[in-house]
T-cell receptor, first 112, second 113 residues
Framework: GDSVTQMEGPVTLSEEAFLTINCTYT??????LFWYVQYPGEGLQLLLK?????DKGSNKGFEATYRKETTSFHLEKGSVQVSDSAVYFCALRTGSARQLTFGSGTQLTVLP | EAQVTQNPRYLITVTGKKLTVTCSQNMNHEYMSWYRQDPGLGLRQIYYSMNVEVTDKGDVPEGYKVSRKEKRNFPLILESPSPNQTSLYFC????????????FGPGTRLTVL
């Protein structure tokens, strides 16, 4: 079945540091890929998405590129802020499926 | 404002005492889902609904029931809760015309003693 593997957390960075959170997947067919963010005490929010190979999703300074050859969708940000502290989930959806398959989540803490 | 609401946000109960967690959305979405979130496991789907009176099992349906009598509401029912159902629960909804944009509720933290 489909699966998503994220780098283990927690990740702690200083403000303005560069962020990478690794995500790889296995899936039948060609999935759509997503990053969701969960701020403390809140539900998940869609951060960015990509629906086909080589697409780059971007939002709020975050970027991720759909790499079919390496089955990866790594999340990056050039300069993190304290307000980026949250849990980040990589997810996928294949074909006509109506459910998302999530990774285990990565806790990010950004220190001032 | 487009939103998914859940109630209660926090609940502590005892084994075997039936409970219902409500979920409501104001976006006229056809699809609604319930997920549970556990440490190290991410979110796993419990049940989903494609429209009124149409529901189906997700990956971890054991011990849960759902109903969809109205389009906006999708309650999650635990008829005899057990400690292994202690978890963080999320309701989600989306439109069939925009299946890649799901909206999540704020979560319900359930503890079963």
């Amino acid at each position: 079945g489909d699966s998503v593997t994220q780098m283990e957390g927690p990740v702690t960075l200083s403000e303005e540091a560069f962020l990478t959170i690794n995500c790889t997947y296995t899936a039948t067919g060609y999935p759509s890929l997503f990053w969701y963010v969960q701020y403390p005490g809140e539900g998940l929010q869609l951060l960015l998405k990509a629906t086909k190979a080589d697409d780059k999703g971007s939002n709020k300074g975050f970027e991720a590129t759909y790499r079919k050859e390496t089955t990866s969708f790594h999340l990056e940000k050039g300069s993190v802020q304290v307000s980026d502290s949250a849990v980040y989930f990589c997810a996928l959806r294949t074909g006509s499926a109506r459910q998302l398959t999530f990774g285990s989540g990565t806790q990010l803490t950004v220190l001032p | 404002e487009a939103q998914v609401t859940q109630n209660p946000r926090y609940l502590i109960t005892v084994t075997g005492k039936k409970l219902t967690v409500t979920c409501s959305q104001n976006m006229n979405h056809e699809y609604m889902s319930w997920y549970r979130q556990d440490p190290g496991l991410g979110l796993r789907q419990i049940y989903y609904s494609m429209n009124v009176e149409v529901t189906d099992k997700g990956d971890v349906p054991e011990g849960y029931k759902v109903s969809r009598k109205e389009k906006r509401n999708f309650p999650l029912i635990l008829e005899s809760p057990s400690p292994n159902q202690t978890s963080l629960y999320f309701c989600a909804s989306f439109s069939g015309r925009a299946i890649d944009t799901q909206y999540f509720g704020p979560g319900t933290r359930l503890t079963v003693l």
